[in-house]
Nanobody
Framework: QVQLVESGGGLVQAGGSLRLSCAASGRTAGSYAMGWFRQAPGKERDVVAIIDSTGSITSYADSVKGRFTISKNNAKNTAYLQMNSLKPEDTAIYYC??????????????????WGQGTQVTVSS
């Protein structure tokens, strides 16, 4: 497992942008997959975007395609989620996750064994 710390959440108006960061420690980020998940009040945790160990393969939830971009800087052991054109329905707690057993972990959150504490993103209309 690794330790993950998210930052960058906050309050933004609809149409605005935020960039989330996830700093990893304990193992080099170049050896495992990472992802961003979110959980809105009263809803289950859902995948937002995932990325492979090298940072070259990505996948997104349909609801964020074209608006969000996941990236990874393995030299800095940090993953990012750039969120543009934010909508009120994007309001949730966003969690960074690492699947340390896999180079590609897929969209099932059970494949991720390390989680950050979460960061709140609130989009006002």
């Amino acid at each position: 497992q690794v330790q993950l710390v998210e930052s960058g959440g906050g309050l933004v108006q609809a149409g605005g942008s935020l960039r989330l960061s996830c700093a990893a420690s304990g193992r080099t980020a170049g050896s495992y997959a990472m992802g961003w998940f979110r959980q809105a009040p009263g809803k289950e945790r859902d995948v937002v975007a995932i990325i492979d160990s090298t940072g070259s393969i990505t996948s997104y939830a349909d609801s964020v395609k074209g608006r969000f971009t996941i990236s990874k800087n393995n030299a800095k052991n940090t993953a990012y989620l750039q969120m543009n054109s934010l909508k009120p329905e994007d309001t949730a707690i966003y969690y960074c996750a690492a699947g340390t057993r896999f180079a590609w972990a897929g969209k099932d959150f059970n494949a991720y064994d390390s989680w950050g504490q979460g960061t709140q993103v609130t989009v006002s209309s």
